[in-house]
């Protein structure tokens, strides 16, 4: 392999002075934690980063900076002397590993070095001329050639590359602060956790559990996300709140007309999860809530059941289409696990004709059925906090059926 580094970009150069400085330590935080254990330096420049190879696989390290939120761009480099020689000679070995059938390509060349004794015309002629006339399968294409060499002409040395490979792109996790995810075995739900934390966001998770009315299967699967999207996490780890669900979930059966079940079954999952936000210093709710999905996505019952609650929520998915969701949450390697069959409290004994269109009023008026205030705080106050790293291997399902009891006993 001719590549001996990686030339990293990072976006959005909107940011000014003290962002822009918050934004790098966090990257370079980042870096560092998803690089861990290979073999390679990094080198950190005002506006880009090199990573040098050293005897690393070229390929174990992109599947890591992949992993890295904040990062625009990737192009794997080659180094050589800033000699126009060597630059002409190293040119064609690149172009010769790159281009085996009929291409057009055009060379560009940057000259970061002011002082460097050639224009980049003069540079780009003469490496274009002798690439050329050594490699047959070249044409030249300035306007739109498939191929382009660039060469950028710097003061250590001259830097060559081809392909410009789209990164993660956004921010990185983190640097917006912190936000609790509503989390369900589902596909949306990692999926919006994963485009919060894309777009900066730290996220701890809650995730409501009804067992034994639900199997304890189904709160595994949502410890088995958590594992998948800890790999974008600042520390490869993430919080998880299960909130015990079951008596609330049974004073609902109980209580509630069928059609309006899920509507007020969603508020109170509001509620608690507000309060838990505001423990765990969380600024945010986020959900993988899209309108139109469900009866409990309709804008109507979104209306209804924002209303218990002042936070902010976000919904990274409202206006995605679910075969865009599904790209997502195959792309961070949910999808498998989310498609697994196990009920969780929003899917058993779930009405026949849920309401579409829940009144505010309504809702109000049904809740007064019993009194859910203190079964509310006895949720908070029994949730169990666990952290899940990517390399957690916890089992409940061999511990017992009840995942409170599980938890408590670990
Ligand atoms: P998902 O695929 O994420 O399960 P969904 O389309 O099945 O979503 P709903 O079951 O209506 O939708 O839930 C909407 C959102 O509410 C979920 O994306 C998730 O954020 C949250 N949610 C639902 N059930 C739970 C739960 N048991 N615990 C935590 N959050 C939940
Ligand atoms: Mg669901």
């Known amino acids: 392999m001719l590549y001996n580094q990686i030339l990293v970009r990072f976006g959005d150069l909107t940011l000014k002075g003290k962002n822009q400085k918050v934004f790098l330590q966090k990257l370079y935080k980042l870096m560092a934690v998803k690089m861990e254990g290979l ?13 040098h190879l050293l005897e690393e ?31 002409k000679k190293t040119s064609l070995e690149l172009m010769k590993e790159v281009v085996n059938k009929p291409t057009t390509f055009k060379v560009t060349t940057k000259r970061a070095n002011k002082n460097y004794p050639m224009q980049s015309m003069e540079v780009t002629k003469h490496v274009a001329g002798y690439v050329l006339s050594n490699h047959k399968e070249l044409r030249v294409d300035v306007h739109n050639p498939e191929v382009t060499l660039n060469i950028e002409l710097r003061r250590d040395a001259c830097y060559l590359f081809n392909t410009e490979i ?56 949502v410890i088995d996300l958590v594992k998948k999207m800890s790999k974008y996490a600042p520390n490869n780890k993430i919080n998880v ?4 669900f079951k008596e609330l979930h049974m004073a609902l059966l109980d209580n509630i007309p069928e059609s309006y079940n899920i509507t007020i079954m969603r508020r109170m999952m509001y509620r608690i999860a507000t309060k838990l936000a505001e423990r765990n210093q969380c600024l945010c709710l986020i959900n993988g809530e899209s309108v139109g999905q ?108 009840e995942v409170r009891d599980v938890l408590k006993n670990l």
């Open 39 to 51: 073999n390679i330096e990094i080198e950190y420049q005002h506006d880009r980063i090199f990573i």
């Open 57 to 87: 696989d070229v390929n174990k390290v992109i599947d890591r900076l992949n992993l890295v939120s904040g990062i625009s761009s990737y192009s794997l480099v080659v180094k050589c002397d800033n000699d126009l020689n060597e630059i």
């Open 166 to 221: 789209r990164a993660l792109g956004g921010f990185p996790v983190g640097v917006a602060g912190k936000g609790l995810l509503m989390l369900s075995g589902g596909i949306d739900s990692p999926v919006a956790g994963f485009l919060a934390m894309k777009q900066g966001v730290e996220i701890e998770c809650v995730h409501f559990e009804s067992t034994p009315l639900t199997s304890i299967e189904s709160a595994q699967k």
């Open 241 to 244: 709140h299960m909130v015990p």
């Open 294 to 401: 469900v009866a409990s996505q309709t804008l109507g019952s979104m209306h209804t059941i924002n209303a218990v609650t002042n936070y902010p929520i976000l919904r990274p998915l409202c206006t995605y289409d679910k075969q865009d969701i599904i790209k997502i949450s195959q792309r961070i390697d949910c999808f498998e696990l989310s498609i697994k069959p196990f009920e969780d409290c929003c899917t058993v004994y779930v009405p026949k004709a849920p309401a579409t269109s829940p009144k505010l009023d309504k809702a109000i008026q049904y809740e007064k059925a019993f009194d859910f205030e203190p079964m509310v705080d006895e949720a908070v106050e029994n949730t169990n906090s666990i952290t899940i790293d990517m390399n957690s291997d916890l089992d409940l399902t061999f511990l017992g059926l």
